[in-house]
Each structure stands twice: as C-alpha cells, then as structure tokens.
C-alpha cells in the first residue's frame, strides 16, 4: 500500500491537506481559500506555503521511517489532486512541485534535525550556517553551481560548526585521550557542563564545557570543583586565573582532530570543511 509520502515523491510534490469539496485544481489562491474557508477554520499553514515558498527554495523533508531528503521546490503554492489521491484518501492538495534528492543521514546538519517536530508542518530554518550548508550540499548533489555560497561569516570552520558539532569533536578528541564520555551526562538542561568523562584505567571523573563564537570562559568559575575540568572555546577566549584542575584545550589540537578524521566523520563534517577550504 502505497504511503502519502510514497505519493509525494512519485509525483514530485510536498505538501499539506485542507482539500475542498470541489477539488477543483487551481493556481489561483483567492478561489482556493473562498471555498476552502467555508469547511477549515484554521488554514495559516495553507497561507504559509502560498506566501513564503518560492520557486528555487530548497526543503528539507522525511518520510516515515526517518530516510531524509532535499527538495528544491519548482513552482509557487497550487491547489492540487488527483484520482489516485482520491481513490487512496491521501490528504495532500496544498501543494508545491520539487525535485527530490535523498540524503544520507549524516550529511544531515543538527540543526535540520532538530527543526523536525511533531507539531510543525512546515517551518523556517533561520540558521546561516544550515542556509549555506544546504546550497552546497544541492550543488554538489546535483553537480552544478545552482547556489552561490556567501562565506563572507565563515572565515574558519568553528564558524561553520554548530554548537553541538563543536561539542561532538571535544567529545572524540576526550575519547582519543583515553577518556571514556557518558552519552547520559549530555543533556540540555545540564547547563554547567556539556558531559562527564571517565578514565577507566583511574577512575578519575572529568567535566568538559564548551563554549563557541564570542563567548568568553571564565577560567576561575570552575576552580571550587573537585572533578578535573576540560574547556574549550573555539577562539581560545579565556579569562581568569584558573587552577591545576582545569586543562585548556586548544584549537590546534581539536584542528588536527578534525583534519585527520575527514574520512570516517560524518559527511555534515566533510561538506563543511569544503565550504570553508574552497
């Protein structure tokens, strides 16, 4: 049996529901929502999709089973259906025409995934860095230069790394120091420390904090613990004193981490360090 998103990409489209009784296709909004408002109180998404996408956007969208794809949409909003929509009751009509592009999970950015939410249909991602990450990556997909890359804000790759990429790396780099990290002890409500690490062969428990683009560490905020501290700050803005406990380290050593992992880091990583280099 067929799915909905099954559908969409047979057909090359994305969209939402809100049919009509009619199901007159039409590419004229205001007879759309004159008949549309007489069935559905509330149609703000079917607004949505008329007035903000565009032909030339790019989507990101997945389906069922958690297999993401790229779209780059080809048309304004219409009103569309089909037979086959009606013999499968598939509520999709407020629609928009792409050209889909699976994409395999980890080139997909942290921050498209964390945009994925139960309650939103369809949402902006007002992430420069998720913006210019994803015209790369529909260029490089698609062998062509459809985009142009501003990387006027990115002048290294800690500027193009989000913030949890940046902890992901401290993170390895603790690993590759013999440090064994609790996937538990990463919360988001933990708002002291990004994650506790162990060494096995001690026992001795370390607390790691990482900080990104101008956010300054205070070296001294940490010296009442017991834990040994490890801080990173992708611009090596410390200040204060500090003590024994507390270890530094520095972006040339997670730099050489980065550089000498490309081939086995996730390809969000690969594409990020092309945009920078290029």
Known sequence: MPTTFDYCLKNGILGVGWRTNSN???????????????????????????????????????????????????????????????????????????????????????????????TRSIQEIADKKAREYTKHLWNTLSNEQVYQIDKSGFADIFMMLDDEETEDLVFL???????????????????????LAVNPKTGEKALSQVKTGQVTINKDDYVHYSQKIFLFQSNELYVGVGAQNIICISRAEILELLNNSLDWLPKSFQRKVEIVSH
């Open 173 to 195: 780099y603790l690993q590759s120091q013999g440090w064994h990290v609790l996937p538990n002890s990463r919360k988001g409500d933990t708002m002291s420390f990004e994650y």
């Open 24 to 118: 007159k296709n039409t590419k004229d909004w205001d007879e759309y929502f004159k008949e549309a408002s007489q069935i559905h109180g509330n149609l703000q998404i079917c607004k949505y999709i008329n007035k903000w996408v565009s032909e030339g956007d790019l989507v990101w969208t997945r389906d069922a089973v958690g297999t993401y794809y790229l779209a780059r949409v080809t048309s304004g909003w219409e009103y569309w259906t089909s037979q086959e929509a009606n013999d499968l009751d598939i509520d999709v009509a407020n629609i928009f025409r792409v050209i889909f592009k699976s994409i395999d999970i980890d080139a997909v950015p942290g921050k498209v995934v964390a945009c994925f939410r139960a």
